[in-house]
């Protein structure tokens, strides 16, 4: 915070605002404040949805036209912003929401797409880029986390395992994944309806109690102490650290972060007894304890791949977004309900678009042309769409984005400004993105 509004100041304000008949003089220069502070501790979720999403059918609707299909829109909070009708929490949110119906690539593939969008970079040449969220640990972790700085829940990387690699920033900030979607077995039944989201390994073994957990740990670090005395850079280095943190956590409080159990049945039920709400309710629990990083998939159906919706497409995303809707428009509610909303700030997105024009199985392929993804919660000026597609949807006709954009937009929005960079083994800084910000979306 500012020496012209240091927090002296900011509660002498408070003090002489709650006296007062009206507090209104004060608050918006708090809140400008409270919003530049340098210190101020920023989160990031990423909701992924792989397969990618149809525009047409949640975010960007043309009920006037024959790509429309089948679903009807409806009137968010915000006048004249409508989303799909299977959307309603997410529309009653919807003053939160930067819908950036712009956003037009190049990549129509799975695994390119996974891997540009994740990245922010096309999938050639010699350097393995981290993925976004690897990047943004490495940007707003602070230097001694029990917790990891980097989750990732319900994942399903089939597409492309190098879009989920922390690339050359190494395995201290890759993700912890939990409940992936792509690892038969990662997910069961908790005995009351839910699926039981567990951290692998964070358990000792069976048989194996706690004094002989700490003479095992202590073979451990004796030749571990030897071998990474003479290899402290490097991967021996990294790997180390990891596993340091790993008993770390196994012992540490903050590991009941991962314990949906001590959450109310009611919100439990209203993120919505699946993964992908569950895993929103985790991603609260591990913000509020202090993880920058969370990722949350919506990556599996009964019929495939998440939004992959080539045939049946309007039935398969009627579920797809009651899944959503639940989990993230609950998400959005838990956040604000904590006092969070202001420092976590949301993208949803998938790898690509799908197609205005409905096939002959009624469904809709791959389309990177112009299609949708959304900015929420802090640091985003909601309530508004940025960008404009066609009456058929086939082209963006303004506000054209491309993936560097909105991770730049999204960087500083996290107060990172529009081009932070990482730190390559080489010693060569390479940004996150070099895109253009879209200061209109931000608050």
């Known amino acids: 915070m500012s020496q012209s509004y240091s927090r002296r100041r900011m ?16 608050f918006p220069g708090l809140a400008q404040a409270l919003a530049n502070d340098p210190n101020r501790r920023r989160h990031c979720i990423l909701l992924w949805m792989s397969g990618g999403p149809s525009q047409t059918d949640t975010f960007d609707m043309k009920p006037n036209h024959e790509n429309g299909g089948e679903f009807k829109e409806i ?18 949110m919807s003053d939160k929401l930067a819908v950036m119906r712009g956003l ?19 999938p050639m040449g010699p350097i393995q880029y981290p993925c976004i969220g690897s990047s943004l640990a490495n940007q707003l972790a602070e230097e001694k986390m029990t917790l ?8 399903y990387r089939a597409f492309n395992q190098d879009a989920f690699s922390p690339g050359f920033l190494g395995p201290r900030f890759g993700p912890l994944f939990v409940g992936a979607s792509d690892v038969p077995g990662s997910v069961s039944n908790d005995g009351d309806g839910f699926p039981s989201l567990e951290v692998q390994s964070l358990r000792r073994a069976d048989g194996i109690d706690e004094q002989r957990m700490q003479q095992r740990l202590k073979i451990w670090q004796s030749l571990q102490s030897e071998f990474v005395s003479s290899r402290t850079a490097g991967a021996a280095g990294m790997h180390h650290e990891v596993y340091e ?14 314990d949906l159990s001590q959450e109310p049945k009611k919100l439990r039920e209203a993120y919505g007894a699946n993964v992908f709400g569950q895993g929103c309710l985790m991603a609260r629990r591990l913000i509020q304890r202090g993880v920058p990083f969370v990722e949350v998939s919506l ?5 495939g791949v998440g939004w992959d919706t080539h045939s049946d497409n309007f039935r398969a995303v009627a579920n797809l977004s009651k899944t959503l809707d639940d989990g993230w428009g609950t998400l959005m509610q838990d956040l604000q309900d904590h006092g969070l909303l202001e420092s976590t700030t949301i993208l949803w997105m998938g790898e690509f678009g799908r197609t205005p024009a409905i096939n002959p199985s009624a469904g809709r392929d791959h389309f990177p042309n112009a299609w949708t993804s959304v900015l929420a919660g802090g640091g985003i000026a909601g309530g508004q769409a940025y960008g404009k597609t066609s009456e058929d949807g086939t082209n963006v006709v303004d506000g054209k984005i491309g993936v560097q954009d909105l991770l730049s937009t999204l960087c500083s929005a996290l107060g990172l400004g529009g081009a932070p960079s990482n730190m390559s083994p080489s010693g060569r800084p390479i940004p996150i993105s070099e895109g253009s910000v879209i200061k209109e979306v931000l608050a």
């Open 148 to 155: 990891p700085s980097n989750v990732s829940i319900g994942t």
């Open 299 to 303: 990556g599996t159906n009964s019929g």
């Open 75 to 92: 009137q968010t909070a915000v006048p004249g912003l409508r989303f799909s009708e299977h959307l309603p929490k997410l529309a009653a």
């Open 245 to 258: 943190g790993a008993v770390r956590l196994m012992h540490s409080d903050d590991a009941k972060a991962f």
């Open 11 to 26: 509660l002498q304000s408070m003090a002489a605002g709650f006296g007062s008949v009206s507090a209104s003089g004060w």
């Open 104 to 122: 037009s690539t190049k990549e129509g593939d799975h695994g390119r797409g996974t891997y540009l969008m994740r990245t922010g970079y096309k």
